[in-house]
């Protein structure tokens, strides 16, 4: 089955400072990249996702890159505000709604922002 | 519209009890999947759901059960409960599993002593 590794585990940065999250995903077949932003007691919210027929996808401050020959995909956030401070999950799956095996996702990052 | 919701949305069981969540997705969605949560990692698959029947399992062992029912809400059921099995469980709903996004609920916290 799938394996998602995610990395920093913890990611400290200062407000108006970029942050950068990576993960590697073991199985070729995969197709959906999505990631979800979770605050504390909140439910995971998809903040953006990538597809593999596509290597970068922007939405305002967020960004993502996919490199499918290495199974690696990033997520980028510019400009860092108090309101990005969260716990971060990287999933892949073979379908966007998950399928008959579901996402699998990476063991998360948590993200603060430092004034 | 309403969201996924989930209930309860904090329980506490002993070991040995049973337990079951219950989740309604949001209008239109046919397909419902669980998650496992334990503290500090990121959510586990454990069931899709489609038109009532188990489209999916996760690497859960026959302690869990799941059900969807005619109007698409589902339960999930845990027996012989292990202080292992405390996490928060979410339920994630989509419009028919394999396309689509997938909403998620605010979860249902279980706590088992």
């Known amino acids: 089955g799938e394996n998602v590794e995610q990395h920093p585990s913890t990611l400290s940065v200062q407000e108006g400072d970029s942050a950068v999250i990576k993960c590697t995903y073991s199985d070729s077949a995969s197709n959906y990249f999505p990631w979800y932003k979770q605050e504390l007691g909140k439910r995971p919210q998809l903040i953006i996702d990538?597809?593999?027929?596509?290597g970068e996808k922007k939405d305002q401050r967020i960004a993502v890159t996919l490199n499918k020959t290495a199974k690696h995909f990033s997520l980028h956030i510019t400009e860092t505000q108090p309101e990005d401070s969260a716990v971060y999950f990287c999933?892949?799956?073979?379908?966007?709604?998950?399928?008959?095996?579901?996402?699998?996702f990476g063991k998360g990052t948590h993200l603060i922002i430092q004034p | 519209d309403a969201g996924v919701t989930q209930s309860p949305t904090h329980l506490i069981k002993t070991r040995g009890q049973h337990v079951t969540l219950r989740c309604s997705p949001i209008s239109g969605h046919k397909s419902v999947s669980w998650y496992q949560q334990v503290l500090g990692q990121g959510p586990q698959f454990i069931f899709q759901y489609y038109e009532k029947e188990e489209r999916g399992r996760g690497n859960f062992p026959d302690r869990f059960s799941a059900r969807q029912f005619p109007n698409y809400s589902s339960e999930l059921n845990v027996n012989a409960l292990l202080l292992g099995d405390s996490a928060l469980y979410l339920c994630a709903s989509s419009l028919e599993g394999y396309t689509g996004e997938l909403f998620f609920g605010e979860g249902s916290r279980l706590t088992v002593l």
């Open positions: 999933a892949a799956s073979l379908y966007s709604g998950g399928g008959a095996d579901g996402l699998t």
């Open positions: 990538i597809r593999s027929n596509v």
